[in-house]
């Protein structure tokens, strides 16, 4: 069974810092693509960032790309997400995911990855 917590969230002002944190249980993140997503109300779910199986390419969106930082502690089978210089378009709920067979192609689609954690509340205040 694979199960995917996040933690990391909370409230923060304009122009600072958090870190989410995406523990993964029950397959090794080393042999998987994990992203992490965002939700607003209202709005559709947006992908932020994943690092790649294996050798660990990351991909980004180019709305987060020189703000957010994407890495993992294989030893601790956990993801993060360093989030810089934050805004209050920021404010959502943050999404970590896991998918087993992704390819470049596929990264942004939310539809490609298997199992998802519940969620952590973000929100940035002005």
């Known amino acids: 069974q694979v199960q995917l917590v996040e933690s990391g969230g909370g409230l923060v002002q304009a122009g600072g810092s958090l870190r989410l944190s995406c523990v993964v249980s029950?397959?090794?993140?080393?042999?998987?693509?994990v992203g992490w997503f965002r939700q607003a109300p209202g709005k559709e779910r947006e992908f932020l960032a994943t690092?790649?199986?294996?050798?660990?390419?990351?991909y980004y969106t180019n709305s987060v790309k020189s703000r957010f930082t994407i890495s993992r502690d294989n030893a601790k089978n956990t993801v993060y997400l360093q989030m810089n210089s934050l805004e209050p378009e920021d404010t959502a709920v943050y999404f970590c995911?896991?998918?087993?067979?992704?390819?470049?192609?596929?990264?942004?689609?939310?539809?490609?990855?298997?199992?998802w954690g519940q969620g952590t509340q973000v929100t940035v205040s002005s």
């Open positions: 690092i790649m199986r294996n050798g660990g390419t990351t």
């Open positions: 995911a896991l998918a087993g067979g992704l390819i470049q192609s596929s990264v942004p689609y939310a539809t490609n990855y298997d199992y």
């Open positions: 029950g397959r090794t993140i080393r042999t998987a693509g």
